[in-house]
C-alpha cells in the first residue's frame, strides 16, 4: 500500500500510479506509416526510431477553413476572454445565478452543509450530491425535473473529522457512498429564479447503495454473481457517475465512468483475477470502502467489479422505480450515452471508453422504437459494436458477437474492452462525449487528449492496459497529445445503423501563441478562441455545438493565454468557435440542459477550488447554474 495521499489525483493520474501504460519495442512502423500518409502530415522527422515531429494539417479538415468561418455567423452573442479568477463569466447581456449546491437540502427534513462538520449521515442521502457531471431535463406534466450525475466526492470537505479525509468507520463510508450517484429534482423559476423545488414528489437520491436490476446478456451470468445476489440480477448501486443521456421515451441514461477505484482489498495475498488489470482494479481504493464495507473487498466479493461499469436507465417520472443497468450496452468507463433513431427506427447509442487507448462503441437494437410502445427490451437486446477508422477517412463498425470475438455472449457485455481488442478497433486519445445532431445526420466525439499517445521511453512505445498499440494515425494524429480534438462522422446512407461512415476532424485544440505547428491547434482555433481539454458537448434545438472543457487551467508554458476551463460553441457548417463561458479556478465545466422554453441554459461547475458560488471565507461547491438572456429570449 502506498502512503501518497491520492485523494487530489484526477482519475488518470490515480490509474497510472497504479497501472503504468505497458509498452512494446515497435515504434518504427509509426514512422512508417506517418511518411506514407498520403500528405496528411507535411513533414516527419525521425530521429533514429525514437522521434516523430507533426507537420500541418492536410485535407480531413475539410470544413474549418478560413474561409468557411467568414461565410457567416449564427452566434447571438459577443465573445468573451478567458478568464483566471474564481467566478463565472458569461457574455454581455447574459446572466447568471447559481441553481442547485452540494449539500443543498432536496427535503425539509434537510439542513445546508455545515461547513465545519460537513455532511451528517442523516443528511447524506436528503440533499444535493457533489461534483454535478452530466444532467437531463424531463418535463412530466406540468413540472420541470432535471435528472444530473455526482460523478465522485472530495473526502476532506465531506468528512472534515478524519485524516485525509480516509473514512475511519461504516458510517463514515455511508456518508460518501451517499453523496455520489445521481440527483432527481424539480424545478421552477419564479420571481428570484430559477430554485429546487424542495419536497417535490420526484425528488430523489440515488447513490451507492440504492437496490438496481441487471438486465441484458449479463443478467444472470455467472460472472456477475454473489452470495448475496444468487441469480445474479438484483445489484446495488451506481458508480463514478459521470456523462448522460436521455431516451427518446422520457428515460434518464447515467453512465458509471471509472468505477474501478471503489473495489479493493485488505488481503496482502489475494491474487488479483486477469480481467481485473484492463479495468484498473487493483488493491489500493480511492475511498477506503473495503475496510468497512465487504460489498467492495474483492477478496471477498471477486465479481461484484463486474457488475458496475453500464449504462444506467432512471424513471424521473416515478421516485419509486427501481434502476435498470443495461448490460447489452457493454461494460467500459462511459462517459456519456448518445440516443438517437436510426431510419428504420431502430434505437443507436453512441459510446465513448474515457481512458487513453480506448474506444468509441455503438449498440444497434434489434427492436424498432414506437412512441408510447414498448420499450422494456430496446436497450437489452441488440448488437454492440466498435469503431475502426482508417486513414483515409472512412471507417466502419466492427461488431462484437459471438462469431467476431470467439467470446460467449455475457463475456462480451462485461469484458468489452478484451472483445474490441480482439476485432482491431481504433485506440483513441480518451473518447469522451458524443453528441448528435439535430439537424444533420453527423455524430461528434471529444477526444479530450492523451499525453502518452506514441510517447517514447527507454526505446518503447506505449499501449493501452490490453496491449494495443497506441500509435499516430489520422484520427489521433498528434503524439503526446494534450490538447485534445473533435472527431465526427457521417454515416453511410445518412443511416445511423449502417455499419459503414466517412469522418473527419471538426477541430484540433491548441496554442497557436506558442506552437506554429500542428500543436498549434486546426485552422478554426486562433488566439481569441484556443482551449484544450474538450470533454462535454451537446447540441442545442437549433443546432449549435456547445463544447465543455476539463483541461490544463495553470495559464503557463504550453497552456499559456488559455485560462479557466470554459464553454464554446461551434457552427458545424462554418467551422468557427467562440468563447462563451469562463468558469472559476481549478473547476470543470461539465453537463447542461435546458429549460423546456429554452431560456434558460443549465451548466455544471465541477470541483471549483475557490470559494465558489459564495465568495471569500465559504467552502468551494459544486454548483448548477443557470444562465438567461436579460431580454429573456431564447438562447439553445
Not at 452566434?75 to 442547485?100: C, M, Q, R
Not at 451507492?208 to 438484483?234: C, F, I, Q, R, Y
Not at 476539463?550 to 460553441?569: I, P
Not at 441554459?601 to 448548477?624: C, M, N, W, Y
Amino acid at each position: 500500500m502506498t502512503e501518497t495521499n491520492t485523494n487530489h489525483l484526477s482519475w488518470d493520474e490515480w490509474d497510472e500510479l497504479h497501472n503504468p501504460p505497458p509498452a512494446v519495442t515497435d515504434f518504427d512502423r509509426v514512422v512508417e506509416r506517418a511518411v506514407s500518409r498520403r500528405g496528411f502530415l507535411g513533414g516527419i522527422l525521425a530521429m533514429g526510431s525514437a522521434a516523430a515531429a507533426m507537420g500541418t494539417l492536410g485535407n480531413l479538415m475539410s470544413s474549418t477553413s478560413a474561409q468557411a468561418q467568414e461565410a457567416g455567423s449564427r452566434f447571438a452573442f459577443k465573445p468573451i476572454p478567458i478568464a483566471t479568477d474564481n467566478t463565472v463569466h458569461v457574455p454581455e447581456g447574459y446572466s447568471w445565478k447559481p441553481l442547485a449546491k452540494w449539500g443543498q437540502p432536496l427535503f425539509s427534513t434537510a439542513s445546508d452543509i455545515d461547513p465545519m462538520k460537513g455532511v451528517s449521515l442523516e443528511n447524506s442521502d436528503k440533499v444535493f450530491g457533489e461534483n454535478t457531471d452530466g444532467m437531463e431535463l424531463f418535463v412530466i406534466g406540468d413540472a420541470q425535473v432535471i435528472a444530473v450525475n455526482h460523478e465522485y466526492v472530495n473526502n476532506e470537505t465531506n468528512l472534515p473529522h478524519a485524516p485525509e479525509g480516509m473514512p475511519q468507520s461504516l458510517d463514515d463510508v455511508k456518508i460518501l457512498q451517499n453523496m455520489q450517484g445521481v440527483t432527481v429534482m424539480e424545478v421552477a423559476e419564479g420571481a428570484d429564479g430559477w430554485q429546487i423545488v424542495v419536497d417535490s414528489p420526484f425528488n430523489r437520491r440515488i447513490h451507492h447503495n440504492t437496490p438496481m436490476k441487471l438486465s441484458g446478456p449479463a443478467a444472470g451470468s455467472e460472472l456477475v454473481k454473489t452470495a448475496a445476489d444468487p441469480a445474479g440480477v438484483d445489484c446495488l448501486g451506481t458508480f463514478n457517475n459521470c456523462g448522460a443521456g436521455k431516451t427518446p421515451w422520457g428515460t434518464y441514461l447515467t453512465c458509471e465512468e471509472n468505477f474501478n477505484g471503489y473495489f479493493g482489498t485488505t488481503t496482502a495475498d489475494f491474487k488479483m483475477p486477469d480481467d481485473y488489470k484492463r479495468y484498473g482494479i487493483v488493491a489500493e481504493t480511492r475511498y477506503g470502502y473495503e475496510k468497512f464495507d465487504e460489498r467492495f473487498d474483492v477478496s471477498k466479493n471477486p465479481n461484484e467489479p463486474r457488475r458496475a461499469g453500464y449504462v444506467v436507465e432512471i424513471d424521473p417520472s416515478d421516485a419509486s422505480s427501481t434502476p435498470i443497468k443495461r448490460t447489452a450496452l457493454g461494460r467500459i468507463k462511459h462517459e456519456n450515452a448518445a440516443v438517437v433513431i436510426a431510419r428504420d427506427g431502430r434505437v443507436v447509442v453512441y459510446m465513448g471508453d474515457d481512458e487513453r487507448g480506448e474506444f468509441l462503441y455503438k449498440y444497434v437494437s434489434n427492436g424498432i422504437y414506437v412512441p408510447g410502445g414498448d420499450t422494456s427490451k430496446l436497450l437489452d437486446e441488440g448488437t454492440l459494436y466498435v469503431a475502426k477508422f482508417s486513414d483515409d477517412g472512412n471507417g466502419e463498425w466492427l461488431a462484437l458477437t459471438e462469431e467476431t470475438t470467439g467470446m460467449k455472449i455475457d463475456e462480451i457485455c462485461v469484458f468489452t474492452r478484451q472483445a474490441a481488442s480482439k476485432v482491431g478497433a481504433t485506440t483513441m486519445d480518451r473518447p469522451e462525449w458524443v453528441a448528435t445532431n439535430p439537424v444533420a445526420i453527423e455524430a461528434y466525439c471529444a477526444l479530450t487528449n492523451n499525453s502518452n499517445r506514441a510517447v517514447m521511453k527507454d526505446g518503447k512505445m506505449r499501449t493501452n492496459a490490453g496491449g494495443d498499440v497506441m500509435d499516430v494515425n489520422a484520427v489521433n494524429p498528434r503524439a503526446g497529445n494534450e490538447y485534445g480534438q473533435i472527431v465526427r462522422w457521417y454515416p453511410a446512407n445518412d443511416d445511423h445503423a449502417d455499419g459503414k461512415f466517412t469522418w473527419d476532424l471538426f477541430v484540433m485544440a491548441g496554442n497557436p501563441t506558442v506552437h506554429k505547428d500542428a500543436y498549434a491547434g486546426s485552422s478554426n482555433i486562433n488566439e481569441g478562441n484556443m482551449f484544450n481539454s474538450p470533454d462535454g458537448m451537446m447540441f442545442d434545438s437549433t443546432g449549435l455545438l456547445w463544447i465543455q472543457t476539463d483541461g490544463e487551467d495553470s495559464n503557463e508554458g504550453d497552456f499559456v493565454g488559455q485560462g479557466n476551463n470554459q464553454m464554446l460553441a461551434g457552427d458545424p457548417v462554418t467551422g468557427r468557435i467562440e468563447r462563451f463561458l469562463t468558469a472559476p479556478k481549478g473547476s470543470e465545466v461539465t453537463g447542461q440542459t435546458w429549460s423546456a422554453d429554452k431560456r434558460t441554459h443549465f451548466v455544471g461547475i465541477q470541483h471549483p477550488s475557490a470559494p465558489f458560488p459564495d465568495g471569500e471565507g465559504k467552502l468551494p461547491r459544486s454548483t448548477i447554474v443557470a444562465i438567461k438572456k436579460d431580454d429573456n429570449s431564447m438562447i439553445g
